[in-house]
């Protein structure tokens, strides 16, 4: 299985999220073809954890990624923006050649 990191503060919005909402939930990050530049991240809690998922624990938080979008995740860290625009997940992959503007599709050659 290959690398992916959480950043504290993505953590730590993960850990309130899932406090609100109920015990035992997860952020779920998929990859799925669409979006503007050829690949979308998605993201959604999940409490069902599938036998062949990653599973990143950094304090109380948890993220789950299967082993295909970990595939196109490998090396990439998920972090947390708070902005005048809004707040948001943001994953910063180091092998997106491209991205649109929103930050959620990217590109790969």
Not at 59 to 85: C, I, K, Q, Y
Request: proline share 3%; hydrophobic share 40%; charged share 20%.
């Amino acid at each position: 299985m290959g690398q992916f990191a959480v950043t504290d503060r993505a953590a730590a919005r993960i850990a309130e999220i899932a406090a609100a909402e109920g015990n035992g939930l997860a952020l779920r990050i998929s990859v799925l073809a669409g979006g503007c530049s050829g690949f979308q991240y998605k993201f959604e809690l999940d409490k069902d954890v599938q036998p062949d998922d990653l599973i990143i624990e950094k304090s109380s938080a948890r993220v789950l990624v299967d082993p295909t979008s970990l595939d196109l995740l490998e090396g990439s860290e998920l972090d947390f923006a708070e902005a005048l625009m809004g707040s948001h997940f943001a994953v910063k992959n180091p092998n997106a050649t491209s991205s649109c503007g929103c930050g959620t599709s990217f590109s790969i050659e």
